[in-house]
Each structure stands twice: as C-alpha cells, then as structure tokens.
C-alpha cells in the first residue's frame, strides 16, 4: 500500500484502489454533509415554453378558443411545422373546423398544410367519409395528398354522385 503524506491524497488512493474504508458520515449523512441550499424546482411548462421560445404562440387566457388554439399549436409543432408558421396556421385551421377535434381529422387525411383545400372541400359540402371514394381506381384523399388541383377532385366527385 502506498502512503501519502496528505490525507486527502491517500483517501483519493485508496478509493481509487477499491481499498477506501467507509466512514459514519457516509452511511448515515449528517446535516452538515447536506447541501446548503435546496435544489432547483421543477422547471414550469411556461419556462420551457420560453426557452423554446414559444412564449408568444400560446395565449396566457385558458378560454375554450384558447385552449383549442393551444392544443392545435402542440399538433402542429408535433407534426413538424416550422415554429413561425404554427401561429397563423392554427388560427386559420381553427377558422375552418371550428374545433381541434375536426380540425385533427382533416390535418390526419390530408396533412397539416392543407387548410385551403380543406376549405374549399367544407364549402362544396364534401366531407371526410367522401374522400375515400375512388376516382379511377384511386381514393380521393391520396390524390390530394399528391398534390392533385382540389378542383379536379371536386369536380370528379360531383360526377360520381350525379352517376
């Protein structure tokens, strides 16, 4: 065993070499082993909101309108929607479903950018159980999604119904 003249060395040597001995004070911690201030509290979700800086996208009010803005907020940003766009995008999204339930169905059939052909398909009274038609072979919700004119799918739609 090598020997230290200070302690502090030969305590670090020895618990180096697995061959520290364990004192009182560290089976049974004093109030003087104790930290001498409390640890830091829970961060709030408004502090990790500011960090992200997301603070101006959800409104301080917990009204209905609110609510449903900030879960639609949440919605956007889990679906990778960039952070200056969620904003605007959920208020126009709220503006043409009304709720975040509706405004999650048509986002889920159609993706999260779709608010104007969503818009336009609301208008001509087209709803999600149309969508699943097929126009040549080919749903009318997959088309969208591939980028077809809305137009063209309305107006298929409609011929399907006169049919």
């Known amino acids: 065993m090598r020997a230290f003249k200070d302690p502090q060395e030969q305590a670090i040597w020895n618990w180096l070499n697995g061959t520290a001995t364990r004192s009182a004070s560290d089976i049974h911690p004093s109030p003087a082993c104790m930290p001498s201030h409390r640890p830091a509290r829970p961060r709030t979700p408004r502090q990790i909101a500011e960090d992200a800086g997301l603070v101006g996208l959800f409104p301080p009010e917990s009204t209905p309108l609110a609510v449903e803005r900030n879960r639609t907020i949440a919605y956007l940003l889990r679906r990778r929607c960039r952070r200056n766009e969620v904003g605007p ?32 398909l609301r208008d001509e009274g087209i709803g999600l159980h149309d969508l699943d038609v097929r126009i040549d072979g080919i749903p009318a919700r997959r088309r969208l999604r591939n980028d077809e004119a809305v137009e063209q799918i309305i107006a298929a739609l409609r011929m399907l119904r006169e049919n």
């Open 89 to 120: 995008l959920a208020d126009r999204w709220l503006a043409v479903c009304g709720t975040f339930a509706r405004m999650r169905e048509w986002a889920e059939a159609l993706g999260p950018r779709s608010v104007p052909a969503v818009a336009r």
